[in-house]
């Protein structure tokens, strides 16, 4: 079974080859990445419970989904992908910013990504894959927003950090959710 590639960047997103997934990791170095937000249209962000058996992060609160692109594989394909494969989803989907970031995970693990940020739509009810997700939930923006505030261990370093850049990128292009 060949081991899952991971592109290696630069800040300004210029390839710099590849590397093996758990190795990048390791090494904590720049490497792309996906993260999709997806809303209901009664405003509502569906959130997902990583699985437990994930090499980081098991068992916390995130976005809808995340991953990274394959080599060759853009990031909406990759954002498309992956929402498929987690949340049984498919929907349009509309790159909003990108940023970087680099943490400390569990596992003596960094992350180090460039993660370009998607958002989209949808009223269909999630069909989890159970190996990826263990469950989701619909949350109101200020409800998410407070239980952050009180329980930041039970979500990702990363959905916290982007959690309000996207909140504002919303409010800035004036969508409706």
């Excluded at 991971?6 to 590849?18: E, F, H, M, Q, W």
């Excluded at 098991?58 to 995340?66: K, Q, R, V």
């Excluded at 995970?105 to 992350?111: A, G, I």
Aim: charged share 25%; glycine share 4%.
């Amino acid at each position: 079974m060949k081991k899952e590639q991971v592109i290696l960047v630069d800040s300004n997103d210029t390839t710099l080859g590849c590397m093996e997934k758990f190795e990048a990791h390791r090494k904590g170095l720049l490497h792309r990445a996906i993260s999709v937000f997806l809303f209901n249209s009664n405003g509502q962000w569906i959130l997902q419970q990583r699985a437990s058996n994930k090499y980081h992060s098991n068992s916390l609160w995130s976005n809808t989904c995340c991953t990274h692109p394959f080599p060759g594989e853009s990031t909406l394909e990759a954002a498309h992908r992956r929402l498929s494969e987690e949340m049984g989803l498919n929907c349009d989907l509309k790159p909003v910013f990108q940023f970087v970031y680099k943490e400390q995970l569990d596992n003596e693990l960094t992350e180090h990504e460039l993660d370009h940020v998607f958002i989209g739509f949808s009223d269909k009810e999630p069909v989890i894959n159970p190996m990826e997700v263990m469950d989701y939930c619909y949350k109101n923006f200020s409800d998410l927003q407070q239980d952050i505030k009180i329980n930041p261990e039970k979500y990702t370093i990363w959905f916290r950090k982007i959690v309000e850049p996207v909140h504002e990128q919303i409010l800035l292009h004036g969508i409706h959710i």
